[in-house]
């Protein structure tokens, strides 16, 4: 086995880093303190090359490029109750890049992150991926710079590609919206600019224990990490793993068991099924004939003011491609849940996945976490229900393993933030599972992951998973 | 292992067969000399319940179910060239099942086979899955019996599930078709109605090596079946299967082989980039805005009469749900051919695969056989090429390993048929292979064709390969 292919052992070497945890957080706070960068709302009226289409009301960039926010109608008989509705959504064809360069230094790996202001993150500066460029961006549509590192992501001369997947973002904000998610290796020495920084998967893992400090597209490309992948024989391996008392020992057997309570045949036969079963039909409408919506000169929001809204927003700034612009952008202030739940079932961690439709998604069913709700403090005081919610409240049913606020994506969403969770079952708690929920190993989402099954929120909670002790 | 799960031992007891060839065969006849069913071609006018609508000329089915011919109009820039046409489509939103029934006897694996009448099959009697349904079918829209065997696939206390995918139909004329492929095993007793059999897979082989009496639908079943699975140790595996002298050893290596060409997050990457470079514009349009197309009284034909084209069916039968119907169907006389090109790197036998975009596909690029073209014998005459077709013909380069015509499903399809072939390049013959190829192990396509990745012409092929000598 070559080191360099080693996700697990080169994580762990915890002396190794490059700068320390201080020297990153003082790091970051020059950088907060010495930017000049200013976002403020303003009315659509303001908006600099955006406009309302004369056909229907979308909202669009004049050069067609970018994305635009129009109406979608939505009728889905899921789960057996029919549904319908209306909503605004974003609508982005075109596939951009997030991608990590990672690079082995004397043994250990490191991955070349970037800090990076975004107008819609609640604290500006988060920690993204080395690159995060539409297409837009990196063919130069707002004539600003080239994106620093573009070229070892799309010239095979300067990388070896170790991850290079075709992964979704939220299916009820964004119509069929996929990223490139890469991570490439380079063995030549490059250039660490102004504002990027080497740092471990041990330190990454650390810092996705921060709230909002990882972006989103930081945790997306995280997730596709291929922890696994280089374990020939997975008895050595565990057995090794003991002796070493740096792993979470449930988490890793989770990765790499060949015991799951459901075979991959069995699971795919579970989405065929729900896909058979269910039906969604969506319909690109005006956004002046969204029902229940109002534009107003500031605001497209539902009437009843409890749901997310489109605002726009005038940004200023001195780090990015561009100096200052105008964007539309989705705000929502509550905050939701995502939660995986755990469950030890044959001596391995299995994960409670739900098949879950969204109207944007590519092919209407996705696999999400067990709990994907927004707003879940008001469920909780309008008794509303969501399924499995209250046993992440509840610490005499399970035991938290992680419990953050994370951002998402701060480009197109302002001040949106869920609160991410992992909860453990307690031994001898029983739970019903209805026919639209799963058991999986970890090594069988990170399988099905692959081939871009899993949505974004479930990729978001699987980055911050550590398998470390 | 559970001897029920092997599927490459139990196929190989030549002598447990329960019909033997020559005894098919004598049946088959039976049927065909018994039966009363005739197919012919009306006008438009003279179809029963199927009517052009208004608002387009769409052909459909006064109950809104089955299927529809609707036009398309199509513009991709794939392999770098801008292209853009209008066709006629077949639209058919339902899911249906193509199933079959599995059991073990006495230790050999048996599948259950239907001996079918299609309109479209150019010899009417074909070998079917044991059920093939559409939605409107088993629902009983057209007030029909039940489909015999139903049971099996729909009630989980029945049978056990061993294969249940989402597979997809042709891109080329279906818009987004998908069918449920599955097989489920049985232990009970249970009846074998008249026009069933019981076949061994090594029969099924046999059978698949004479033209026109596997249809799609089975061939589409049989590629599904998980041969591999059940290998736990592979260099055991194929010492044993040396030892035996029965296997193709190619082929067998080719399935359970570890080393391949190209690892699969290389092959993940390769689609990523295919889909990441190209596009495809599709947009419903009405039939009588299909440009180049025109209808008359008994036809939707191409302006050249160079493609294929929709006519009208009168069926009288009296072996099928129904007694008699009429139905539109596309019909195409002329021959295509289908082929995969086999090449052995590093020992293991490697099958070049392309990224293939089609106007009906789920997601626009499917993984489709090397070559894969309508009426090869006119592109002779007319000297257009398709890459590697010459390498199929000339005997100098590659061996022939297969070579059959096969039919497309005859419900959908009328006189179509295609060649299949599999040709091995002989050692010594070097070939260039563009970016939009890339050569995979069996092992490879199976494990990607799970999750829905290869087209019906690909898996049609697969279902070819014979791994028995």
Redo the contacts between chains.
């Keep these: 086995m070559d080191s360099s292919e080693n996700f697990f052992a080169s994580a762990i070497n915890k002396n190794k880093a490059i700068v320390n945890l201080e020297e990153l957080s003082l790091w970051l706070d020059n950088i907060q303190k010495t930017s000049d960068f200013s976002v403020k709302e303003i009315p659509f009226e303001e908006l600099d090359k955006w406009y309302f289409d004369e056909s229907g009301s979308n909202l669009r960039h004049e050069s067609g490029k970018f994305f635009s926010i129009e109406g979608l109608r939505v009728q889905t008989d899921f789960n057996g109750v029919m549904q319908s509705w209306d909503q605004p959504i974003i609508n982005q064809p075109e596939?951009g890049i997030l991608g990590i360069v990672t690079k082995v230094i004397n043994g250990t790996r490191y991955f070349l992150m970037q800090a990076k202001m975004e107008p819609g993150n609640i604290n500006i500066l988060q920690m993204s991926p080395t690159l995060q460029a539409t297409k837009s961006n990196f063919s130069q549509a707002h004539k600003g710079k080239v994106p620093l590192y573009l070229e070892y992501f799309i010239d095979a001369s300067k990388s070896t590609?170790?991850?290079?997947?075709?992964q979704s973002e939220q299916g009820g904000r964004f119509f069929k919206k996929r990223n490139?998610n890469m991570i490439v290796e380079v063995t030549d020495d490059i250039v660490v600019h102004d504002d990027f920084c080497w740092l471990t998967i041990f330190q990454l893992k650390q810092l996705i224990k921060i709230d909002n400090l990882i972006n989103m597209d930081s945790r997306s490309v995280i997730s596709c990490i291929?922890f696994g992948?280089e374990v020939d024989s997975i008895e050595d391996f565990i057995a090794q793993a003991k002796l070493d008392d740096k792993y979470d020992l449930g988490t890793m057997k989770s990765i790499v068991s060949k015991k799951p309570l459901h075979t991959?045949?069995?699971i795919?036969?579970w989405i065929?099924?729900e896909?058979?079963t269910y039906h969604l039909n969506v319909k690109n409408i005006p956004l002046n004939e969204v029902n229940g919506w109002q534009i107003t000169s500031t605001e497209i929001k539902h009437n009843t003011d409890n749901r997310f809204s489109v605002v726009a927003l005038k940004v200023t700034a001195n780090s990015r491609e561009v100096a200052s612009w105008t964007q539309p952008i989705v705000k929502d202030l509550k905050i939701g849940l995502i939660g995986f739940l755990i469950k030890t079932i044959n001596g391995t961690d299995h994960y409670l996945v739900q098949a879950k439709v969204e109207p944007g998604n590519?092919?209407f069913i996705d696999m999400a976490p067990t709990v994907s709700c927004s707003n879940y403090k008001e469920l909780e005081q309008t008794n509303r229900s969501v399924l499995f919610l209250d046993l992440f409240l509840d610490d005499q049913k399970t035991i938290t393993k992680y419990d953050h606020l994370q951002s998402e994506e701060g480009g197109r969403f302002h001040f949106y933030q869920n609160r991410y969770m992992l909860a453990h079952l307690n031994e001898g708690i029983e739970i019903e599972v209805p026919s639209n929920y799963k058991w999986m190993t970890l090594g069988q989402i990170m399988e099905l992951s692959?081939?871009g099954y899993f949505n974004i929120e479930a990729r978001g909670l699987l980055a911050c998973i550590d398998m470390f002790k």
């Design positions: 596939i590609i170790i991850v290079d997947q075709l490139r291929p992948n991959t045949d069995e795919i036969s065929t099924n896909k058979v590519m092919d692959k081939y």
